[in-house]
């Protein structure tokens, strides 16, 4: 019952900015931990950004901070990622995806189909 769906990927130079979007179902964001990973093509996937919903706490990974910013609508369900000043090492696929449960650290059991970013003049 559990379902993610991302949107808002594109093109974009570099520098430039992207807002994607997560939109939930079959649970509440109230209670799970929600987070993106990214996959650039020969990478390992990498996780980009976490939501506890236990605390509130957010995790960022060291390469996107300063740079990108979550944000949750718990009420609609939905999260978002603001992406600003991108880079041509953002390029990868975008997934949303919950433990599901309260804590970022929990296996992540549930992905969404992703969405396309790629950074490039």
């Known amino acids: 019952q559990v379902q993610l769906m991302e949107s808002g990927g594109g093109l974009v130079q570099p520098g430039g900015s992207l807002r994607l979007s997560c939109r939930a179902s079959g649970f509440s964001l109230y209670y799970y931990a929600i987070g993106w990973f990214r996959q650039a093509p020969g990478k390992e996937r990498e996780g980009v950004v976490c939501?506890?919903?236990?605390?509130?706490?957010?995790y960022y990974a060291d390469s996107v901070k300063g740079r990108f910013t979550f944000s949750k609508d718990t009420s609609g369900n939905t999260v978002y990622l603001q992406m600003n000043n991108l880079k041509p090492e953002d390029t990868a696929l975008y997934y949303c995806?919950?433990?599901?449960?309260?804590?970022?650290?929990?296996?992540?059991?549930?992905w969404g189909q992703g969405t396309q970013v790629t950074v490039s003049s």
């Open positions: 939501i506890n919903a236990s605390d509130g706490v957010t």
């Open positions: 995806a919950t433990p599901p449960g309260a804590s970022c650290q929990e296996p992540y059991d549930f």
